[in-house]
């Protein structure tokens, strides 16, 4: 069975608005953005929850290795982390209504979540997720390719997710991409406040072009390289508030000493 769109309106104990997550509830789109073409983006996945009987997609992830996938920490924290007997990701997606014959469905069957995630700041926003079998890779699965570790980025990234076309809109099957320009941690903290942005974070958009909720523990690359996981940000794409993002780069060696 192919996925629905859950859409719930959350209300976050988060207190600013500047630290609200790209909400795991919520399924919405990537604003600003165009539509990708089947295979474009083979890391990309679905991470759905099949409690309700169907396959609702919540947020997004990327393929590391066949039985490692990487997520953002706010998309499985609580009930989701300490029980994901209901949860799953699908790899070789593209649209969530159809079935393409290219779709790897897995289930979840352990999560690890950053031991210093912290949901009221969102820092440390990053997990792993365990499969109970291997993705098998082709052109339609493929993973990511990570940084070095503490390598910087500038320029412009590619983020992709399932998210709405805008703040609260409505959302689409097919999987969706935007460009956006990378914005320096000075800018970034003028927008948002020096204690809310810190080292491991990036931050990327402009006015009309973001990502956004149920977009979040999705990918943004850097030409080759996975550089960001959609985390937090003050509505979607207003000027002058970016997203911000996880920044890869900071967590490689933690990746690859949690990895199966």
């Known amino acids: 069975m192919k996925a629905y769109i859950l859409c719930i309106l959350v209300t976050s104990a988060l207190a600013a608005p500047s630290s609200i997550p790209r909400f795991r509830r919520g399924h919405l789109r990537i604003v ?11 890391f990309q996945l679905s991470f759905q ?10 947020c997004g992830a990327s393929v590391y290795t066949p039985d490692t996938m990487i997520c953002a920490g706010h998309c499985v924290h609580g009930d989701n982390y300490d029980n994901p007997v209901n949860l799953r990701i699908v790899a070789g997606d593209w649209d ?28 440390n926003d990053i997990s792993l997720l365990m499969v109970d079998s291997p993705l098998e890779f082709n052109d339609f699965v493929k993973s990511v390719t990570l940084p070095e570790q ?5 320029g412009e ?8 076309l805008t ?30 942005i810190i080292d491991s974070m990036i931050c990327a958009g ?10 979040s523990g999705g990918p943004m690359t850097c030409g080759e390289f996975f550089c960001g996981i959609v985390s937090w940000g003050r509505g979607c794409a207003e000027a002058g508030y970016p997203g911000v993002y996880t920044e890869v780069s900071y967590f490689v060696d933690w990746i690859i000493a949690n990895a199966a």
């Open 32 to 42: 600003g953005g165009s539509s990708t073409t089947p295979g474009e983006i083979p």
């Open 49 to 58: 929850d099949t409690s309700f009987g169907n396959n609702f997609h919540f």
């Open 96 to 123: 969530l209504f159809k079935d393409e014959g290219t779709e790897q469905p897995r289930r979840v069957v352990k999560i690890i979540l950053h031991e210093r995630y912290n949901q009221h700041n969102v820092n």
């Open 150 to 154: 503490l390598q910087e980025f500038t």
């Open 157 to 164: 990234a590619q983020v992709t997710g399932w998210g709405t």
């Open 167 to 196: 703040e609260s809109g409505g959302s689409p099957a097919i999987l969706q991409k935007v460009t956006v320009p990378i914005v320096s941690d000075d800018d970034c903290r003028a927008s948002y406040g020096a204690q809310s």
């Open 206 to 215: 402009e006015a009309g072009k973001d990502s956004c909720q149920g977009d």
